[in-house]
């Protein structure tokens, strides 16, 4: 009986010290709040991001929240009144900006897992908490494209610019700078055309650009005369367009200009820029639209028909891929490892369009490398790591990716699973329905952040599988008119009332789901559902 009751403790504090080295190397702490109890459990990495001892540590789940930054508090306190009220969500996910003891404003990415009694009532909330701060900067950096836009418009052999509401430049291009006499583009953000020309351009300049904002019409091939502040007059041919975001809203103005003085041929000159930048443009939308093209080409996966036949089993899997622009950062792969053994693979990339595509390009590379060590899911993982970190690493960006891989074994008769950061996959079988990877510990962080990141492997047997579905977060946070997320409980009840549909009808009746809980007929984010239906006989 003492050697039994060592091992259990041993047991209990090996499980212990590797939740914490977990902690340590996602730089997460951990949370836990008795919901009938004011006081509220932080750890010491929590503590160190508030900025405060336990003792003056804030609940901030108790209403005012005033430790949430307005612009986040009505948001976070949905997420809280619909985790608290009785049956409620499984799980707690918001991120929102808490004032810490300095003063500061810092982001935090909370998740939590919710206990309820048998009447629903949320009785005990438990989860982490992790700084989130940079990687919230930089989506805000990026968010534009202004990378892309700026290689493009500091080669273009014409003054580009963009300005505001008011008029006041937010983005120029090198040769516009140096026409208005600064070394550098950046010193000309903030300024306004009254720095310098005389009243009677730039109020003409300021008209036009209001009406370009209020009709949403250009102003295209105007010739304009410019009366410098010093007396000097210059002529430019402009073209200027209503500047709208990725929703369709306008922002405010950019245009297109060129120093016509010393051409004779004014109105021709004009036209052979205009043409230039058309060519331009149209290569450029050439080169998207074959990307477009590769990638589409790239989702259509030729699903394996004989894995495991030798052992008693019969497969079947599909898939729907819905991105929501030409370019996306969603995707999967399914690996034969043998004639016996398979390897479903998905993976989410931050944000869309050029920037994440070209690091789901980046990933199919290290992927395709990695592939003989697909087989361990935790070593699949850690390459794919070891390989985006370093590249990323010499570029001095900032990007990361989530993925989930699936092992199934068929003659070893069971399917092991690491995840990086991603939801973890839903699966039906004799006990209902279930999810991989749904505890904390269970997940090891996203792909292309931290180095040398260390990702757990799972293990269930097959025949607690009959179906297995794979998902992205787009199906997770679809949100309704009220904010409401979508999130896995959902999904749940999709998987659990299909039991006798067909993996195909499925699929479709999940993307049905979600964009009738929506109130929409589209996406606003990448959606990836990979399928796969398991039928085990006893071998003879």
């Given amino acids: 009986m003492g050697d039994e009751k060592t091992n259990t403790t041993s047991d209990e504090q090996l499980k212990l010290d590797r939740l ?13 709040w008795l919901t009938d109890q004011t006081q509220i459990f932080y750890s010491r990495r929590i503590l160190e991001f508030l900025e405060c001892s336990k003792t003056s540590a804030p609940n901030i789940f108790f209403p005012p929240h005033l430790q949430i930054h307005g612009e986040d508090r009505d948001q976070f306190g949905r997420a809280v009144l619909q985790a608290l009220s009785q049956h409620g969500p499984e799980t707690l996910a918001v991120d929102a900006r808490v004032q810490t003891g300095s003063g500061e404003w810092r982001w935090l990415r909370i998740r939590g897992s919710i ?20 990687r919230k900067h930089a989506e805000a950096q990026v968010e534009e494209e202004r990378f892309l836009l700026r290689q493009l418009i500091d080669h273009v052999p014409m003054h580009i610019y963009f300005k505001d509401p008011e008029s006041c430049f937010t983005m120029v291009n090198q040769g516009m700078a140096e026409w208005m006499g600064f070394p550098k583009a950046d010193n000309l953000l903030g300024m306004h055309d009254r720095d ?10 300021a008209e036009d650009e209001k009406k370009i904002m209020l009709q949403g019409e250009p102003i295209t091939d105007q010739l304009e005369r410019e009366t410098w502040h010093e007396g000097d007059t210059t002529w430019v041919l402009t073209s200027k367009f209503p500047w709208r975001d990725r929703h369709g809203q306008i922002r405010g103005t950019f245009g297109i200009s060129n120093d016509v003085t010393n051409l004779v041929e004014a109105e021709q000159k004009a036209t052979d820029l ?9 290569s450029y939308e050439q080169e998207l639209s074959l990307a477009r093209e590769i990638q589409q080409a790239l989702t259509l996966i030729k699903f394996p028909e004989y894995i495991g036949l030798h052992h008693g089993m019969e497969l079947e899997l599909s898939a729907r891929y819905v991105p929501i622009s030409g370019l996306a950062g969603d995707f999967y792969e399914v690996i034969v490892i043998d004639e016996n053994r398979v390897a479903l693979f998905i993976c989410d990339v931050m944000g869309h369009g050029v920037r994440s595509a070209l690091i789901v390009a980046m990933l199919r590379g290290l992927l395709e490398k990695q592939q003989s060590a697909v087989s361990d899911p935790s070593a699949f993982l850690q390459g794919l790591n070891d390989g985006l970190t370093a590249i990323l690493k010499r570029a001095g960006t900032t990007m990361f990716a989530t993925a989930l891989v699936c092992v199934i074994d068929v003659p070893a008769r069971h399917l092991r699973y690491a995840c990086a950061g991603h ?4 699966f039906h079988g004799p006990q209902g329905v279930r999810q991989l990877a749904s505890q904390p510990q269970e997940r090891g ?14 293990t269930i047997p097959l025949d607690e599988i009959e179906r297995l579905i794979l998902f992205t977060d787009g199906v997770l946070e679809a949100e309704n008119s009220k904010g409401e997320c979508f999130f896995e409980g959902r999904l749940k009840e999709i998987v659990a009332a299909g039991t006798e549909q067909s993996l195909v009808d499925l699929l479709d009746e999940i993307l049905k789901r979600v964009l009738t809980f929506c109130e929409s007929n589209h996406f606003d984010d990448d959606v990836c559902l990979l399928g796969i239906d398991l039928n085990l006989r006893a071998t003879t």
């Fill in 445 to 458: 962080p996203v792909l292309g952040v931290f180095e040398d990141a260390h990702f757990p492997t799972g």
């Fill in 423 to 426: 939801p973890g996959a839903i």
């Fill in 20 to 32: 914490v080295l977990a902690l340590r190397a996602s730089n997460e702490g951990i949370w836990d």
């Fill in 115 to 134: 206990v309820r009694n048998r009447d629903g009532h949320a009785t005990r909330i438990a989860g982490s908490m992790i700084d989130i701060s940079r």
């Fill in 196 to 205: 310098f020309f005389d009243e009677a351009h730039w109020r003409l300049a």
């Fill in 274 to 282: 205009a043409n230039q930048l058309a060519h331009i443009n149209q």
